[in-house]
């Protein structure tokens, strides 16, 4: 059902309650929670109260964090923590990561001991860790189980569990030894001991272990759900698929952001303010500015080369932008295939020899059809046109080895390759190309 | 088990027949599909005939599509016959999709009749359409069935059927109308009836929408699969969130190289031939490099300016690299948020104010430390500060509203927005700023 016949409804006098609540038992929870989207405080609240209570929690998990903060602050006591009971313990630590002191305070005051106590230690994990991305909601079974005694475990407490698709096999002291997918349950005898039909190659990740190891991981082996252990291999946790696809989106956004000289925000464009923009740009157009006048530098020191021959100017555009397209399609492509774990620092000989070839090429593709230009629109001065294209052709080969070495270097020393991107190189390109160039021009031409 | 131990088994004379078929019953499929990559058609062919029965065709299904060809082409008309009938039939499109003619031909030679159908009938939906991701194998169930009879039909089909923790409801003639969990399932009465627990709200695919479409739909609600239906809503099959991951990398991939000047490719770095990286990175450099001369040309024109005041020279450079970040900046955050739909063209109007109001700021703060610079090292030369300075700011503005409005502009022309990146305003920003500042320069100077 459309947003604007729902709230038509819920303007109507008297209002259709009844409606109304069926409506929503019918509508997916997403869907639901868009309704809340730029709308006000009164509204707001007015929509969460006709929630069916089955369903209010997980509504409110997919509200929009500047909608969760004006419902938290209009609802009671009582209503929070109710919210708070049937929250999931991962959306419940996201939830308090976004809020302000005083909401959070507010929460975890109507928060239940036992779950304030996990979310607490939840917190403590280090950020973009697997610890701090797991929900501790899920589901064990003993090895000694039986297929029978685990349906019964499932309906017993499956009902409030994440996933329940997945269940984990522990032995005394909770000693993760094995999954076993619902999949075999369902297909199996119901007197089968779980030791013998779960599968012991079961893929896990350390409470410290990078979120990014833990997408690789997914992504290779085609998860829904991976277990989280912690140093003694003692089952704390899982982190589910749904939640795996949110963090891949986020990293690449990371990578995207950080590959044009944007300080990365997990917030959306149109939610950061104006200010929060020019802080999130301005370091790096102020690092770049300045590197960029050592390429002016270079310029200026060859100003009695551009006096006598000022034609050279021309062809300095050209050369620059050249220059950095060609390092910055080398480094977009190694980046990515380093995220990918495509490629890596094992990799740089063979990396470096085939771009150092292809950059070979195309200054020949290149170079080959500016010489033709420039004798053809130049009077035929050969000398300018061998001048220009011998220098397009050093700019490539340099650009394409720089633009694959630096980022595995920076990956090799634990620095975010991403830095080493398109930005960066073009700057760094363009000194050594604008020098190589007027080097070459003083030769020639005996200035 | 590690790659070298399980070599050295296999290369034991007596080879170690029993051990190795019992280490593979316990690995995990990805796992032993890893030992193939980089080995000879030997090792390939040897390793592939001790599997166990069961998992031969999944780990088939993860192998790379090299050492696929190298084992088709090296394996009996029974063992193909063996692998595509238990092959899932998306995987069976994927790989005939990379194979060569030849190997194609005897693939679909040696296919069951039923599944050779539905793998052409496959083939022919649009690439990247839900219907070209999209398998057949799953679970439909009868809206007047019982928990019970479902659980017995998933025992009796669900053994080959690609998920199982979603089973769709169906009405006469395929019609779909609603879906029902596993967990659902598990925690109903054996004899409730199906359309009576199901989910009626299914959120589902057309089998023509782009794949843009359903990993946005797929994030949204959180799914585990979707099912696709025909244009009279009659199920014809379901994705999966495992494709769905990597659908979503391949996407962001295609992004990355397109706002880097790169012609998209789906081969990892290393997996691409040197000419064929020369190809998909000649195009743009050429293209880039003529519309660079205009940015010459625009120089050439001042000559005169130039000539009088040469100082002029050593700003291009620094006005340039800053013009092409900012507008980078600007293009990417507006790309990048179209893509996770979070920015749309109806929000034109805010984003370009938004953009001016933070390339204004921007400008101001750049411009001030530039000033001084200048000022300090040219000989308290305030006309030169002013004048780089001026520049500069203008060259923010128009590098920031171009970079939002090109990407915009080209999504609502059904133009791929992440074309109008970096490379591409840089060049452009590059003419203006400098026409700018030679215009500047000419009235401040009075040449």
Known sequence: MEKEAILELLNESPMRVAELHSIFSEMNVV???????DENKETDLRIFRLLPKSIASEVFSYIDPDEQQMLIEALSDNEVRDIMSKLFVDDAVDLIEEMPAD????????TQNEKRKIINQMLKYPEDSAGSIMTTEYVDLSEDATV???FDEIRKNGINKETIYTCYVIRRDRLLVGVVSAKTLMLSKQGDRIGDIMDAAVVSAHTTDDQELVTQQFKKYGLLAMPV???ENRLVGIITVDDVVQIIEEENTEDFEKMSALKPSEEPYLKTGVFTQVRNRIVWLLFLMLSATITGGIIASFEDALAVLPVLIAFIPMLMDTGGNAGSQSSTLIIRGMALGEVGFKDIAVVLWRE???GFLCGIILGFINFIRIYLTNGRNSLLAVTVTLSLMLTLMIAKSLGCFLPM???KLKVDPAIMAAPLITTIVDGASLWIYFVIAKMMFKL
């Open 103 to 110: 909401v959070v305070k507010r929460v975890l005051q109507n």
């Open 31 to 37: 869907n639901i929670a868009d309704i809340f989207k």
């Open 356 to 358: 150092v070839r292809i």
């Open 229 to 231: 252990v912690d140093t």
């Open 148 to 150: 029978n005694e685990a």
């Open 409 to 411: 270097v920076a990956k």
